[in-house]
């Protein structure tokens, strides 16, 4: 299975203005490659991959576009790339071959979006020197910050500047499943809010509510943002401060999210979770406690770790009664509101409403399995 390794790179200034004018060059080309596009359909015309990447080359030759020679032929084509698979993706959303959210026609990209990015594949002879550099092609050798080493050769690498201006390179490499010791152990997992989640076996986590946390300074940095004026160099500071503060509640959420999941797979041979509906919890009064929890990171992380280590992994339907139904006698009870957290079934048995509801989720999947 391919994996991507992203690791913080510092590029000099010198190979920032490289950097910049390569982000700069690939959003020309998208750009230009997407109006051709849009005019071929006005005239009930179709235009094909390879004559975009002709007119890419034409395009070189001219006075107006001569300085796209200045940067790596492969991050232009490239470009090109991720436009045919962004239309691909929008064709296919539309005949209903494509599940999930609806994906949109393509747009235009804009010089003001804070997140740029570029692609270097094998073709552009992209290496990582003996000193740990990563030689990029016109760009130079940027200093990387190894924090492990890389699997396996990288097939690609895609450079990254985000809104508080830090620089990633992402690589994509190919590993080997790893499979675990098999184990006995299989869990039920029940998401919520005042307690993150609550595992079939009694075991609880608490909800770290980062952004609930950070809410003041976040606060503070975008009242000082506002108070700035508009085009002002001070006004740019000023809201690269409010990015510096939402990137480190979301690393910090990440990050989380990323030892809880580990743990989660090392320990349980099978994980059984609750298909919640996220985006319709999303637009209700609880919007803001359900972005915060990540519950969707969170169980992405499980299902992909248990796929590379040998666990089993599923979602039970999100309609199945876990809060109402007895996990003693099985007899289903009306419905429960939030805050009631305790309640008695008619066999007797007292349930805690998250406990009960995991261990039906336990059942369930295993039922379904």
């Known amino acids: 299975m391919q994996l991507r390794y992203s690791y913080r790179v510092y590029p000099t200034p010198g190979q920032r203005i490289a950097l910049a004018r390569a982000f700069g060059c690939a959003r020309v080309v998208y750009n230009d490659a997407l109006a051709a596009r849009m005019e071929a359909f006005a005239k009930s015309e179709r235009i094909s991959d390879t004559e975009l990447s002709k007119r ?26 991720d436009l045919n698979t962004a239309y691909r993706n929008f064709f296919a959303s539309v005949s209903g071959r494509r599940k999930g959210a609806r994906v949109g026609v ?22 990582v020197t003996s000193g740990g550099k990563l030689r990029l092609p016109k760009i130079g050798e940027v200093r990387v910050a190894w924090s492990r080493d890389l699997p396996s050769d990288p097939s690609s690498v895609t450079v990254i500047k985000d809104a508080t201006d830090r620089y990633f390179a992402s690589f994509v490499v ?17 998401l919520g809010l005042t307690t993150f989640a609550v595992l079939s076996n009694g075991k609880t986590i608490d909800s770290p509510r980062f952004l609930r946390r950070a809410e003041r300074r976040l606060r503070k940095a975008q009242q ?23 990137a480190k509640v979301a690393d910090t959420r990440r990050d989380w999210a990323h030892k ?21 919890l999303a637009r209700t009064r609880l919007a803001k406690s359900v972005h915060d929890a990540g519950w969707s990171t969170f169980v992405t992380m499980l299902e992909e770790k ?64």
Do not use: Y
């Not at 740019?236 to 409010?242: G, L």
């Not at 289903?332 to 009960?356: F, I, S, Y």
């Open 260 to 280: 809880h999941s580990t743990r989660i797979v090392r320990e349980n041979q099978a994980i059984f979770v609750e298909d919640l509906c996220v985006q319709g």
């Open 174 to 190: 190919q590993v080997d499943e790893q499979p675990l010791p098999e184990l006995e152990t299989e869990v039920g997992i029940d």
């Open 56 to 81: 890419l080359t034409a395009a070189k030759a001219t006075p107006q576009r001569a300085w796209l020679a200045d940067v790596s032929s492969v991050v232009l084509q490239q470009a090109l790339a």
């Open 306 to 369: 248990a796929a590379r280590c040998g666990r089993t992994f599923a979602r039970v339907d999100r309609w199945f009664p876990s809060t109402r139904l007895c996990s003693r006698c099985g007899v289903v009870g009306e419905r429960k509101a939030l805050h009631v957290r305790e309640w008695t079934c008619v066999c007797g048995a007292v349930h805690d409403r998250d406990v009960n509801a995991a261990m039906n989720i336990l059942a369930a999947g295993r039922a379904e399995r």
């Open 224 to 246: 000082v943002l506002s108070r700035k004026e508009k085009g002002s160099k001070n006004r740019a500071k000023a809201r690269v401060e409010v990015a510096r503060a939402h």
């Open 106 to 127: 393509p747009r235009f990209r804009s010089r003001r979006a804070h997140r740029q990015a570029i692609r270097f594949t094998k073709n552009s002879r992209f290496a």
